[in-house]
Nanobody, 124 residues
């Protein structure tokens, strides 16, 4: 099970840190992806972490602004988001995959478990 939290309303340039609490499996056994879906748009991959291999990936438009990390003891994965822009407004989801490599991390079909999502709204 995955449960996201930390969303909210922030002004442009602000920061938020999203959390994804993981239960039912260990972080070392899965890769975690953060996805987002804005109104009227398709869901897109934002960031990826393979905790066992310590490999990360980011959507080009968030590189340098977003950072993904994990705390195994807390069974959680985080997405630190800085310098937020109105175009970052979306529902953010975390998802877990037992077999996703770096080359296919944006393939939603490889993620078997999804959270319910948390809304992030960035005002201009």
């Amino acid at each position: 099970q995955l449960v996201e939290s930390g969303g909210g309303l922030v002004p442009s340039g602000g920061s938020l840190t999203l959390s994804c609490a993981v239960s039912g499996f260990t972080l070392g056994s899965v890769a975690i992806g953060w996805f987002r879906q804005a109104p009227g748009k398709e869901r897109e991959g934002v960031s990826y972490l393979n905790p066992r291999l310590d490999v990360t990936a980011y959507l080009e438009s968030v590189k340098g602004r977003f950072t993904i990390s994990a705390n195994d003891a807390a069974h959680s994965v985080y997405l630190e988001m800085n310098d937020l822009r109105p175009e970052d407004t979306a529902v953010y989801y975390c998802a877990a995959s037992p077999h996703t490599d770096l080359g296919s991390w944006t393939n939603e079909g490889l993620y078997l478990n999804w959270g319910q999502g948390t809304q992030v709204t960035v005002s201009s």
